[in-house]
């Protein structure tokens, strides 16, 4: 079973629809016990930063990620969840988890698109991903596929961690992690069919590591 | 870089098609989840469902649509029509949707789209406008009026102006309808999707006139749109959405090409 971290950041269904579609057992839960007994953890959100953070430390579950990073349990993070495992966002100037190393940035206004035109801010539709690094997640997906963007801040991690790049305006990262801990900037549970296989395959690393059912 | 996007649009009334669907072989559809499904699997870079059921009832019945859509495909789509308070944006949403379109509502309670944006973020909310040219004048300087009713109401406002105005208030998005090019099949009126995509920034998407995938490569480069609409052509099984991004693609076009 996979646990979808519920802390009040957004609408967390569309998440659960895509691991129901894919017969992947889930729940949307705050329950320490139940996150616990989880085979793999999703870690989703869209929002402002300041009140998510705020948000996870008054319910611990700040606390309960932590916990199940250093049991080594497999933790996806997406979009917002992408951005606050990192140290700092300087959205509301807000320490963020520091679970990965790292920090967000804005997406200045002044950058321009390959045609010239000034960027629209957010970030908004289907972009490409440049591979920087091998992924398991990405087994199986073709280097063409393109993946579903929502976002005005994006992450900028230890460049370790870089999975890999977007271009919009600039080269940012809109994948990080290492193994079994991974976050992605896009929303692959919006993505069509190479998204539903990231979360396959994040399914498919749970259980052969923690033997999910 | 962003792909330009392709997005057809469904009318529904009261759960149903307004029109059937011919794909090739001619099969009649009147089921928007699955006519949305064939569009998702073909393809489409998101959908838009415009409700034009105006009873209660009907509200009910597209909501359970949404519902089943968003079990079924995994792209963002929008519903529009019959959308004119938070409280039905918030329906719309949980039942799936990513994104509410707001036309003649936002029209006549302009707050309703501040509102959204702030209760759901910007980029949940599209503001879709009825645009007619029109004499310029003093009080419609760009030529360009805002029009509702399908065009046969005059708003007195000023197209450029409103654009502008809802990016202010927290619009994510814009769709622009022209009501001259829209059934005429000659192309997107883009002297307007241009003048407007110059003055905001924010997404702007073409509506009205498609006829051929070479009116999609001008809207999005001539009309500097980040999407174009399309109905009929491709509801009518004349051209396909693989088909019409084939032909973007061979004009240079970055259209999304693997789903």
Known sequence: ?213 | MLSKRIIPCLDVRNGRLTKGIKFKGNVDIGDPVETARLYYEQGADEIVFYDITASAEGRGIMLKVVEQVASQIFIPFSVGGGVSTVSDMRDVLLAGAEKISVNSAAVKTPHIITEGAEAFGSQCVVVGMDVLQVPVTEQIPSGYEIVIHGGRKHMGIDALWWAKEVERLGAGELCINSIDADGTRDGYELNLTRLIAENVRIPVIASGGAGNPQHMVDAVTAGKASAALIASIVHYGEYTVPGIKDYMHKQGVKVRREW
């Open chain 1, 1 to 213: 079973m996979l646990a979808i971290i519920d802390y009040k950041a957004g609408n967390l269904t569309s998440v659960r629809r895509a691991l129901d579609y894919l017969d992947i057992p889930c729940r949307i839960t705050a329950d320490k016990a139940e996150i616990d007994s989880a085979d793999g953890v999703i870690f989703p959100g869209v929002g402002a930063a300041g009140s998510a953070m705020v948000n996870l430390r008054n319910s611990g579950l700040d606390q309960v990620l932590r916990e199940q990073v250093a049991v080594s349990k497999p933790v996806l993070g997406i979009c917002l969840g992408c951005q606050i495992i990192l140290d700092f966002s300087p959205e509301n100037e807000t320490e963020t988890l520091g679970i990965v190393p790292g920090r967000c940035q804005k997406f200045s206004p002044d950058l321009q698109e390959e045609d010239g035109n000034p960027i629209n801010i957010p970030h908004m539709g289907w972009n490409s991903l440049h591979l920087e690094k091998e992924c398991a997640l990405l087994e199986g997906i073709s280097p063409e596929a393109e993946f579903y963007f929502v976002h005005s801040y994006y992450p900028e991690p230890d460049p370790e961690y870089v999975i890999t790049t977007t271009t919009y305006g600039t080269r940012f990262c809109s994948m990080h992690g290492r193994e079994g801990l991974w976050a992605t900037q896009f929303h692959p549970e919006k993505s069509g069919r190479p998204g539903l296989q990231l979360l396959q395959n994040f399914f498919n690393y749970c259980r052969e590591v923690h033997g999910a059912q």
